[in-house]
Nanobody, 116 residues
């Protein structure tokens, strides 16, 4: 079955960096676009970044452009989110996502907390 397992979250000071990873299994990873979402307390889940199947195209929410970078390694079935210049507003649970045959699949999420 489809599994998405995120890792790499934690507590970081404002201005710091983190790299999230999402390891996928149960489907042909290299054939599907991948996305990172986040959900802050009391807010709706929002799309942060996406990357096409071969990695040729990426897109970002305006709030993270220039600070976050999504990438993938199809040989390792893994998608990454490099987060730089982190702000307190980036505090959220970050989720990996893919859509197969119009069904959404999610990981369990990883907590990112930006605080001094």
């Amino acid at each position: 079955q489809v599994q998405l397992v995120e890792s790499g979250g934690g507590l970081v000071q404002p201005g710091g960096s983190l790299r999230l990873s999402c390891e996928a299994s149960g489907f042909t990873f290299s054939s599907y676009a991948m996305r990172w979402f986040r959900q802050a307390p009391g807010k709706e889940r929002e799309l942060v970044a996406l990357i096409t199947s071969a990695g040729g195209l990426t897109n970002y929410a305006d709030s993270v452009k220039g600070r976050f970078t999504i990438s993938r390694d199809n040989a390792k079935n893994t998608v990454y989110l490099q987060m730089n210049s982190l702000k307190p507003d980036d505090t959220a649970v970050y989720y990996c996502n893919t859509q197969l045959k119009f069904l959404d699949y999610w990981g369990q999420g990883t907590q990112v907390t930006v605080s001094s």
